[in-house]
């Protein structure tokens, strides 16, 4: 795996809040998402399955598409179609 951009919010926040979440799952939903949307903000929102958990995540992105900052389970993640 390439190394994973993060800020420093989702290092010393997310991931201690999350103890579920892996740098190895953000990476996929933002590799192979089942959907991306782009925030009004510019930040980028990517879903995914992640079949170790049973449960759809949302990792969100900087503007660049590649920095993490900020993925939890999203419970009402409904698919492609919404």
């Not at 998402?33 to 992640?50: A, K, M, N, S, Y």
């Not at 992105?61 to 419970?75: C, K, P, S, Y």
Request: aromatic content about 10%; hydrophobic content about 30%.
């Amino acid at each position: 795996m390439a190394s994973l951009k993060t800020t420093r919010y989702f290092e010393e926040q997310v991931l201690r809040k999350r103890p579920y979440l892996r740098k190895e799952y953000c990476q996929r939903a933002i590799q192979q998402p089942l959907r991306r949307e782009v925030q009004q903000d510019g930040r980028i929102r990517h879903w995914t399955f992640i079949s170790e958990i049973g449960k759809h995540i949302r990792v969100v992105t900087l503007e660049d598409g590649e920095t993490v900052h900020n993925a939890f389970a999203d419970r009402d993640f409904k698919g492609v179609g919404r």
